[in-house]
């Protein structure tokens, strides 16, 4: 059973930085999919980026493109979200998650992946 444990979640205002970290308890597989999702009161969860351990290559929700950078240090078994610029809509739970495979990597859909982390708060007031 892999266990995905989140941090880095805090309170910032408006325009400030964070970097989440999510570290897994096992050797993350090449043919899998991580991915960051977050969840604001009384809404759905939503796929934040997503990234593939094969090649490195990275998916970002219309939302927060060009302002987060996800990233994967496969020796440490970590998967890093850098979130610039932040905005209080950025506000909620931040999720870390993999999948088995990487197929739908690239849709950002939380269905397909079968780990996930308790979770790291995200507070951006104004």
């Not at 880095?8 to 960051?36: D, E, F, K, N, P």
């Not at 009161?41 to 939503?46: A, D, I, L």
């Not at 809509?89 to 992946?113: H, K, N, P, V």
Request: overall charge negative; charged content about 15%; glycine content about 12%.
């Amino acid at each position: 059973e892999v266990q995905l444990v989140e941090s880095g979640g805090a309170s910032v205002q408006a325009g400030g930085s964070l970097r989440l970290s999510c570290v897994s308890s096992a050797t993350i597989s090449y043919t899998s999919c991580m991915g960051w999702f977050r969840q604001a009161p009384g809404k759905e969860r939503e796929g934040v980026a997503n990234i593939l351990p094969r090649d490195g290559t990275a998916y970002y929700s219309d939302a927060v493109k060009g302002r987060f950078t996800i990233s994967l240090d496969n020796a440490k078994n970590t998967l890093y979200l850098r979130m610039n610029s932040l905005d209080p809509e950025d506000t909620g739970m931040y999720y870390c998650a993999q999948s088995y495979s990487g197929d739908y990597c690239y849709a950002l859909i939380a269905g397909e992946f079968v780990y996930w982390g308790q979770g790291t708060q995200v507070n951006v007031s104004a």
